[in-house]
């Protein structure tokens, strides 16, 4: 099979393939796409086209509803680069607590003779606050919201979290000193900092601006490590200059964010780490291959997370509408033709579904057309 690079991915990520790959830039007609932040909305597919993986979080750079049309699976790497972006989201929050930027440049000014004195003498304009006693918002509470939310109980803070999509897992693994939030207006009124680790929706985007920034306490400080367009630059550009939000810090520089006051700029390093492309590059090549050859899905933005281990002579994988009766129409030329489905595994994620079915014996071709002939049916392989 064959496997295209849009980005340059970790060797020992692509080690993970095997040898059962052809793997390079220029492959035409692949059967799998590894990718980072390479802009996909104006490529074209090739017909063999079974799967993209993304070896990072975010996938506004794929065009996701062409592919679900056209029976591509599209998986990330959730939690892959997470404690990168946890280690420089505590930078953020002290890089916001005390004006150390500010007081490096200005050290860098000094002259001899007598910097120290110097130093001494100025020192007192980039004085801050501590972390401790202070209460961090955490806007939500994933896989780099939550374990930034445990780190900073051990820094001393009071931590509220609130995420209304928060799982039972993650959950399970906040610390129970964390304090839960029924709404981002709670958030807003009681926290000294902010910090946001929530994806670019419809929901999300401008969630900072002039009506929320107004709901929240003179002189709070806010950390932005998710997307830029979570918050109203020109509302954000307001409050800093009044005083009402004190400290900005994001990941995400633009044209208007770098001519804000009292803001810091870091250049999207949040995942930014050799550990966080290895483990990102492992991610979605373990991913892309167990697709690829055993037909299972794991951590997909477009259809469920279906896996099971290999049993029988054939294995049929179909992507399909979430609809009813695909799945009569699939057992029936099967059973049509004697074939007894040693395990079958069916789940839907909003329109679409996936349904895995392990076989004694190995179908017809006219068995697999009827299949692929069926109303709402996307993609079919055999195994």
């Known amino acids: ?27 035409a007609d692949p059967d799998g796409i590894l990718v980072r932040s390479a802009a996909m909305h104006e490529m074209e597919f090739g017909p063999n086209l079974k799967a993209i993986a993304r070896a990072g979080a975010g996938v506004n750079n794929i065009p996701i509803d062409r592919c679900s049309q056209e029976g591509i699976v599209v998986f990330n790497t959730p939690g892959a680069n997470a404690n990168g972006v946890k ?46 006693g202070k209460t961090l918002g955490v806007i939500g509470l994933g896989a780099i919201g939550g374990m930034l939310a445990n780190t900073a109980v051990h820094l001393g803070m009071k931590v509220v979290g609130c995420d209304p999509f928060l799982s039972v897992a993650g959950a399970w693994n906040l610390n129970h000193h964390i304090s839960r939030a029924a709404t981002f207006d709670e958030i807003f009124a009681t926290a000294d900092y902010i910090t946001l680790h929530v994806p670019a929706t419809a929901d999300t985007k401008q969630m900072i601006n002039a009506e929320s920034i107004a709901k929240m306490k003179d002189g709070v400080k806010l950390i932005n490590l998710a997307r830029a367009d979570l918050v109203n630059a020109a509302d954000l550009k307001a409050a800093l200059e009044s005083g009402k939000v004190s400290a900005y810090v994001t990941d995400f520089p633009t044209e208007e964010v770098l001519e804000l006051p009292h803001t810091v700029a870091i250049p999207h390093l949040g995942a930014s780490t050799e550990e966080s492309e290895n483990n990102c590059a492992v991610m979605a090549a373990r991913q892309i291959d167990d697709y690829l050859v055993n037909g299972n899905i794991t951590n997909s933005v477009n259809f469920p997370s279906v896996s099971s281990p290999r049993t029988g002579a054939a294995r049929i994988c179909a992507l399909h509408a ?32 996936y349904t895995i079915l392990d076989l004694t014996s190995a179908p017809s071709e006219k068995a697999i057309q009827r299949i692929r002939a069926i109303e709402g049916m996307i993609k079919v392989r055999v195994l």
Request: charged letters at 25%.
């Open 1 to 27: 099979m064959k496997i295209q690079l849009l980005n340059k991915i970790a060797k020992v990520g692509l080690d993970e393939l095997g040898t059962g790959y052809t793997i390079g830039e220029e492959i």
């Open 87 to 132: 280690e420089l989201a505590i930078l953020a929050l002290l890089l916001a607590a005390r004006d150390v930027v500010g007081g490096v440049e200005w050290a860098k000014t000094l002259q001899a003779p007598d910097v120290a004195k110097q130093v001494e003498k100025g020192k007192s304009k980039f004085a801050g606050t501590e972390l401790a």
């Open 322 to 353: 979430n609809v009813p009766a695909v799945l009569q129409g699939i057992t029936t030329p099967l059973s049509e033709e004697g074939i007894n489905i040693d395990n079958m595994t069916n789940k839907s994620k909003g329109d679409n579904a």
